[in-house]
């Protein structure tokens, strides 16, 4: 074996002490730090930008020593996935790429695809694992722009394009991802149904379409009628969005129809020019047209109408026509007048009408005759010569004549001796015929010729007189005397002398004499009027006037050749007196109340029996002395002397009355009665309990009917309140002005309850079941009622935490009474942010919600929602319009803020023993403290910290007190560890919060431990 010299093993031993040296300062051999340099990263942004739009971030990456071998890194992460980065070159960076630092000062372009607050974090760090972390805020909002809506006319038209226009302008330029510079635009039609077009494209409700930006010109086509809500929404590409609304007011296509007959008249079976114009109001108009026509139903028969083609139309169908002028024609075979519709209707449903008035007319034609002699004997045959002439064509025309005696007694025979019946038609040829009339009876006659054709034309009636001549006589009357009493029979002579003498006809004869009387001939007794015999020469009869006064007699004789004459005398007759007196137990009397009424009849001379009658305006009930009911103008025997009848008034009337008495002799006097008749009455009173009340306040309203007279009626009532509102109620049914209810006789209540605020003249009518009304009239003068009031509100004592409710108590107090109507409503708002709600009666209620409070002291539980300082406006309005207004400041016990970072350290490094590895969470370093406040102090911290080794969370809860560090750094120490290897939150995630000594927590922060 070779020795080695005394140098050599010095060496040897240099090196390997130098190797123990290096493993001792190392400790676990992990690490050998050779270049670990701290480092500082940091970035600028512009916090405001626009949709879409890129923002420059500036970053920088300074080493406390560049050292060649280290390199540098970064990544960044999203919280919401709001954005993106781009490199300047325009390339995407995605979120959690690594991206190698080479370049100390770069920067990026932050695009935002959404609006709102982005929250950006980066981390850089070394190839040694030096961290640094940054955050940066965006704030993204839509780039603004304006859109217009507008309609070209005022009114449209239905199934017509109509002009709409939208107008967008930008105030930015920006796009959407996609580069796209349009705008998005959807449409809704509400109350209607139509499209919109854009030139000859279609655009359906609710599909999305493009427009530019300017003026584009859209067209509306509606479907339906009335007014459309036509809501549209534009979003412009960066996603901002605007609506605008039109109400477009949709009418039919107007259109106008004019028929006009050539004539108002047209012959048989001869067509006549009707002409028809159809305008519209849009020539241009794709709406359709209909044509029918139909014969009112007061048109004598129908007929048959033609198109301008000559096509016949049934009445009631349509067939298609266009907007033009047409000549249409009309046809009939049956005489009588026509009213003719046409009825225009388009593809709308709008339908029009116009009409034509036609009569069809017979063909005419002339009538005309006469008597070859106008004087004959009786039965002497005389002939009438008659024509028929017509200019028009008669082929198809047949004539007939018919006849009728008006004056005389005779018969007409055709040429062939035949008898023609009266009112009976026979036919006769056009051109000139004759016929014959024997006439039967003397003095004038005349005959009424008609022809009618077969078409039921008339013409006529043409008149034909004659004369025919017969024997005469003359005839007298002679009385024996020109004076007597009633009832004393006169002897009369009467003379008839024959012309020429000897014809010996017979003779009979009637008389009348204006005066009650009989005539006796023959020993046959005959009064005014009735018929008897005579002979020529004297005829012995009596005449006996039963009537005093003058009878002036006239007869009148009439022969059997019908030749009538009379004659007059004049007989005076007296007669036997009375005396006639009557009267009304009462002049006055209602609806069915009785009255007497008392007569006398007394004679001064001789002894009479006598009737009675009377006459009746109005109506009345009249009986007489047996009770029996008497009607006017009979005839009733009454006795002499004093007898009463009754009267009963049936309704209301002035009733007057004639009794008219008359004895044997004919002797009539009269007694005027009468009786006023009136309905069964009453009196009606009402008054009101108050005549002051606030609205909405009931008064109770008293009445009374008491009934005059006879009584017995039934009663309605109902009531008006001019211009005033109010409602009245009568035995709990509620009744509107005018509406009529039964009440009762005596008295009875209602009550009346103003609504509006004005003096109520309240009119009451009453009517009986007589038909008579009383009114009586209430006046209350309602006023608004007004309830002021106080209005004050307390918090509970207790200290505000966030999250913890609280008591808050609203007091009302009305400072002159309260009325139990008036309702009281309270609202509440913050100054600033919502701080919180408050919960009454199981209900929630947030800022600017209607709170229904009750009137005095008012509990209710306000949750806070903040740990903030806040104020609450309070308003109190109630039902009478008075409202108070207050605010109360509440002071809220503040959570405690937590600040935290986590890190791990290497501790007595130096010697054999190397370094001890620590790990840390600080709650207040050099940039940031956690903190309590409202005078609390902090009291413990609790840390959970992710275990790499059981891979589980661990919590450590500590005294704030017990905290370690000098000055303001303050931490707690989690592990101590000699080697990096056995550190359980090296690198781990952890959670921090605090606790004050109000016992409030912190919200929680979170890290990752990093290595210093």
Request: proline share 3%; net charge negative.
């Amino acid at each position: 074996m070779k020795k080695l010299t005394r140098q050599t093993r010095f060496s040897i031993a240099f090196v390997l002490a130098f190797f123990v040296l290096i493993l001792a300062c190392s400790k676990d051999f992990e690490d050998v730090i050779l270049d670990d340099f701290d480092f500082s990263f940091t970035g600028e942004n512009a916090e405001e930008s626009f949709l879409f739009e890129s923002t420059r971030t500036s970053f920088s990456l300074v080493p406390e020593k560049e050292i060649t071998t280290v390199t540098y890194f970064m990544k960044y992460a999203t919280t919401n996935s709001k954005g993106y980065f781009l490199n300047m070159e325009g390339d995407t960076i995605r979120a959690n790429d690594t991206l190698n630092i080479t370049d100390r000062n770069w920067n990026y372009n932050y695009v935002a695809i959404d609006t709102g607050s982005h929250k950006v974090k980066f981390l850089a760090w070394d190839s040694n694992k030096n961290q640094k972390e940054l955050a940066l805020t965006y704030n993204a909002k839509y780039a603004s722009f304006s859109f217009l809506l507008n309609k070209g006319v005022n009114d449209f038209i239905i199934n017509s394009k109509n002009p709409v226009s939208a107008t967008l302008l930008r105030d930015k330029e920006t796009e959407d991802p996609d580069n796209k510079g349009d705008f998005e635009v959807t449409y809704q039609i509400e109350n209607g149904t139509g499209k919109l077009y854009l030139g000859n494209e279609l655009f359906d409700a609710g599909k999305p379409f493009s427009l530019p930006k300017g003026i584009s010109e859209l067209e509306y086509l509606p479907e339906t009628l009335g007014e459309h809500k036509l809501t549209v929404t534009a979003k412009a590409p960066d996603g901002a969005t605007l609506i605008e609304e039109l109400l477009l007011n949709v009418l039919n296509l107007d259109f106008t129809i004019n028929s006009t007959a050539s004539s108002t008249q047209v012959e048989l079976d001869t067509n006549l020019a009707i002409a028809i114009d159809l305008k519209t109001q849009d020539e241009d108009s794709e709406v359709k047209y209909e044509i029918s026509h139909s014969f009112s139903s007061t048109s004598d028969g129908a007929g048959t109408v033609r198109d301008h083609n000559g096509g016949v139309m049934e009445p009631g169908q349509y067939r298609t026509i266009v907007p033009n002028s047409y000549n249409y024609t009309f046809t009939s075979t049956e005489l009588g007048k026509r009213k003719i519709f046409f009825d225009i209707r388009d593809s709308n449903g709008q339908i029009k009408q116009d009409s034509v008035e036609i009569e069809v007319a017979n063909i005419p034609f002339t009538f005309s005759g006469n008597s070859e002699s106008n004087s004959v004997f009786v039965n002497e045959r005389t002939q009438f010569n008659f024509n028929i002439k017509s200019n028009g064509n008669t082929e198809n025309i047949d004539y007939n004549i018919s006849y009728e005696i008006l004056e005389g007694n005779g018969r007409i025979a055709g040429i062939n001796g035949n008898t023609l019946q009266n009112s009976t038609e026979y036919p006769v040829e056009l051109g000139n015929f004759a016929l014959f009339y024997y006439p039967e009876s003397l003095g004038s006659h005349q005959v009424s010729f008609i022809v009618t054709d077969n078409y039921g034309q008339e013409v006529g009636p043409v008149l034909i007189d004659l004369e025919t001549k017969q024997n005469d006589f003359t005839v007298s009357i002679t009385p024996s005397k020109t004076s007597e009493f009633a009832n004393i029979p006169v002897n009369v002579i009467i003379d008839i002398d024959e012309i020429p003498e000897g014809t010996n006809d017979s003779y009979e004869a009637f008389y009348s004499s204006g005066r009650n009387s009989s005539l006796r001939v023959n020993g046959t007794e005959y009064g005014p009027g009735e018929k008897f015999q005579l002979s020529p020469n004297n005829n012995n009869v009596v005449y006996t006037g039963t009537e005093a006064g003058q009878h002036d007699i006239v007869l009148s004789v009439e022969s059997s050749a019908n030749v009538t004459h009379t004659a007059n005398t004049t007989i005076n007759y007296n007669q036997i007196d009375f005396l006639f007196t009557g009267g009304s137990q009462k002049s006055d009397i209602s609806v069915g109340e009785i009255t007497s009424l008392n007569f006398n009849i007394s004679e001064s001379i001789g002894s009479s029996d006598y009737t009675m009658r009377y006459s009746l305006n109005g109506n009345a009930l009249i009986k007489n002395e047996n009770g029996i009911e008497v009607s006017a103008g009979n005839i009733y025997d009454v006795p002499k002397g004093n007898f009463n009848w009754s009267l009963e008034g049936t309704d209301e009337s002035n009733i007057n009355l004639t009794f008219y008495v008359q004895n044997d002799t004919g002797l009539e006097k009269t007694v005027a009665i009468s009786v006023n008749v009136e309905p069964k009455n009453y009196n009606f009173t009402a008054n009101g309990s108050q005549s002051q009340a606030n609205t909405g306040d009931t008064i109770d309203i008293n009445f009374n009917i008491s009934e005059l007279g006879i009584g017995g009626d039934t009663y309605v009532m109902y009531y008006s309140s001019g211009g005033s509102n109010g409602i009245f109620e009568y035995q709990g049914t509620t009744y509107a002005a005018g509406e009529s209810f039964n009440v009762p006789i005596g008295t009875f209540q209602g009550k009346y309850t103003g609504i509006s605020e004005s003096n109520h003249n309240i009119e009451f009518t009453v009517r009986s079941s007589s038909d008579v009304e009383k009114t009586a009239d209430v006046n209350i003068q309602y006023d608004k009622y007004e309830e002021f009031f106080d209005f004050n509100i307390s918090q509970s004592s207790e200290d505000k935490y966030e999250g913890q409710p609280f008591t808050l108590t609203a007091v009302t107090n009305a400072s002159t009474g309260h009325n139990t109507n008036v309702a009281y409503e309270m609202t509440f708002t913050f100054t600033g942010a919502s701080a919180g709600y408050i919960y009454y009666k199981s209900r929630i209620y947030r800022e600017g919600d209607i709170l229904p409070l009750d009137y005095g002291s008012t509990p209710m539980q306000f949750f806070p929602e903040t740990d903030e300082n806040f104020t609450i406006n309070f308003r109190v309005e109630n039902s009478t319009g008075i409202s108070q207004t207050l605010s109360e400041s509440i002071i809220m016990f503040k959570k405690p803020k937590v600040a935290a970072k986590g890190e791990k350290h290497n501790i007595n490094c130096g010697g054999l023993n190397g370094c001890d590895y620590v790990v840390l969470v600080y709650t207040c370093f050099d940039t940031n403290c956690s903190e309590a406040y409202n005078g609390a102090t902090l009291q413990q911290v609790e840390i959970r910290i992710y275990n790499r080794f059981e891979s589980r969370w661990d919590t450590k809860l500590f005294n704030y007190n017990d905290a370690k560090g000098t000055g303001v750094d303050r931490y707690f120490e989690l592990e101590e560890e000699p080697s990096e290897g056995k550190l359980r939150y090296q690198d781990q995630p952890y959670e921090v919060r605090v606790m004050d000594t109000n016992g409030q927590w912190s919200e929680k922060v979170t890290g990752n431990i990093i290595r210093v």
